[in-house]
C-alpha cells in the first residue's frame, strides 16, 4: 500500500511543481500591476491586503479588480498597452491554475482514500516504518503520508506508553492506599479516577488553564507549577500522613499529566483528519484561536521537563521522529520561492493557503494555517528530543530538582 502512495505522491508533486511555478509567476505580475498603479498614486488602489496568501480565494480575484480599477484610469497609450498586457497574462494564469486546482483535489481524493484503508493496518504499517535504519529515508516516508495516517499512528503511541504508565502508577497508589484503582475504575482514566476517588478535577484545571492563558504566555515554567500543582493536590489526598512522597511516584503523575494533554491534542488533531462532523463543526465555527493553539503549546513545554524512565525510551525515540515527519508534511507544502536559501519561511510563507482541503479548515481562523498549527509539533519534538538519557529509579529525586 505504500508502493501506492507513492506513485500518487510522485504524480502529486509533478503538479504541485506546475502549480508553484505559476504562482511564482502571479507573484511577479502583481508586481508589474503595483509598478503601474504607483503611476497613478493620487487615485491608489484602495483594496485591502488578504490575511493570507491563498490565490484562488483572494490573490487572482484581487488582481482582476485592481485591473478594472486601472482601466478607469489610464488613457496613455504605451500605460495602457502594458495594462493589456498584464490582462491577458492574467486571465491565461487564471485558466491554467483552475485547472491545476481541479487536478491538484482529484489527486488528494485518491490520497485520502489510500490512506484512510491504510488506517486499517497501522500496526503492521508502524512496524514496518519504525523498523527503517536510514533516518533521512524514515523521516520522509513519514511526511509523505497523509495525517489521516501519520497522526492516528502517533497517537497510537502516546495511547501505548500512556497505558503502560498506568500500569505503573497504579501499582505505586496500591502499595499506598491497598486499592486496586484498576479494578474499582475499571477503563476509567486518571483523570476520571482523580476527579472521582480524590476530588481533583484535573480536566477541569486544564480547560481554566487553556481560557486564561494567551498562546505565547504558555511556556515550560508555567506548565512544570501547573502540573506540579496538580501532583501536590493528588499526593494529598493520596498521603493522609505526613509521609515524604516517593520520587517515583511523583515522576508517574506527572507523565501521566503530560500524557492526558497528548492524547486528547493528537485525538482532537485525528478527529479534524477524519473530518469528525461535530469536531470540524467545532474547529470551523465556535473554537477561538486559543482553544486551538493552547493544548499543543501545553504538550510541548510539558514535555520539557517529564522524566523518562526507561520503559518508555523506545516509543518515545519513535515520537521523536513522527512529530518531527507530521511537521515536515506542513512544511513541505510551501513552495520553494516562499524560503529562503537556507530553508526559512517567510512571512509571506507562514500566511500560505495550499489547497481547498486548508482553504476550507482555514478560512475562519485567518491568521491560523497549516503549518502555524504544525508548529506545535516541531516544538513538541525539539522539547523531547532535548530530554536527557532515561533515569533510574534511585536517580529520580535528582532529576526533579534539576528540572528547568
Not at 99 to 118: F, H, T, V, W, Y
Not at 220 to 232: E, H, P, R, V
Not at 276 to 284: E, I, S, Y
Request: proline share 4%; glycine share 4%; aromatic share 8%.
Amino acid at each position: 500500500m505504500l508502493d501506492r502512495l507513492q506513485i500518487l505522491n510522485a504524480s502529486f508533486h509533478d503538479v504541485e511543481n506546475k502549480k508553484w511555478h505559476l504562482e511564482e509567476k502571479l507573484l511577479q505580475l502583481e508586481e508589474a500591476i503595483s509598478a503601474l498603479e504607483k503611476t497613478y498614486a493620487k487615485l491608489p488602489n484602495k483594496e485591502q491586503k488578504p490575511d493570507c496568501l491563498d490565490f484562488k480565494l483572494y490573490f487572482i480575484p484581487q488582481l482582476e479588480r485592481r485591473i478594472i480599477h486601472l482601466e478607469k484610469l489610464i488613457v496613455k497609450s504605451d500605460f495602457l498597452s502594458a495594462l493589456q498586457k498584464a490582462k491577458a497574462e492574467l486571465a491565461h494564469y487564471k485558466k491554467a491554475y483552475e485547472a491545476l486546482e481541479k487536478n491538484i483535489e482529484s489527486l488528494q481524493e485518491q490520497i485520502k482514500d489510500n490512506c484512510k484503508a491504510m488506517r486499517q493496518l497501522i500496526p503492521a504499517l508502524r512496524t514496518h516504518i519504525n523498523s527503517m535504519t536510514d533516518r533521512k529515508k524514515k523521516l520522509d516516508v513519514i511526511s509523505s503520508l497523509h495525517p489521516l495516517v501519520s497522526v492516528r499512528i502517533l497517537l497510537t503511541m502516546f495511547e501505548e506508553i500512556r497505558a503502560l504508565n498506568a500500569r505503573l502508577l497504579h501499582a505505586e497508589m496500591l502499595k499506598i492506599t491497598g486499592i486496586t484503582f484498576d479494578r474499582h475504575y475499571a477503563g476509567k482514566n486518571f483523570n476520571y479516577i482523580c476527579h472521582k476517588h480524590f476530588g481533583v478535577d484535573i480536566d477541569d484545571i486544564f480547560e481554566h488553564f487553556i481560557k486564561t492563558h494567551e498562546t505565547k504566555d504558555i511556556n515550560a515554567d508555567n506548565m512544570k507549577n501547573l502540573l506540579q500543582g496538580i501532583t501536590a493536590a493528588v499526593l494529598k489526598a493520596l498521603y493522609k500522613n505526613n509521609s515524604v512522597p516517593d520520587p517515583n511516584l511523583c515522576a508517574l503523575i506527572e507523565m501521566e499529566l503530560y500524557l492526558s494533554l497528548a492524547v486528547k491534542a493528537y485525538q482532537f488533531t485525528d478527529d479534524l483528519q477524519m473530518d469528525a462532523g461535530l469536531t470540524r463543526k467545532r474547529f470551523v465555527l465556535w473554537m477561538n484561536l486559543k482553544e486551538i493553539l493552547n493544548p499543543y503549546a501545553m504538550v510541548s513545554n510539558a514535555a520539557h521537563f517529564i522524566i523518562i524512565a526507561p520503559e518508555f525510551e523506545g516509543v518515545f525515540t519513535d515520537a521523536v521522529i513522527w512529530l518531527q515527519g507530521i511537521y515536515k508534511h506542513g512544511y513541505d507544502e510551501i513552495p520553494p520561492f516562499l524560503k529562503s536559501a537556507d530553508g526559512v519561511v517567510s512571512e509571506l510563507g507562514q500566511s500560505y493557503i495550499a489547497d481547498e482541503e486548508a482553504r476550507n479548515l482555514f478560512r475562519w481562523k485567518y491568521p491560523l494555517t497549516r503549518l502555524k498549527l504544525g508548529d506545535g509539533h516541531k516544538h513538541h519534538a525539539a522539547a523531547l528530543f532535548r530530554q536527557p538519557a532515561p533515569v533510574a529509579k534511585e536517580q529520580l529525586q535528582e532529576g526533579r530538582k534539576n528540572q528547568p
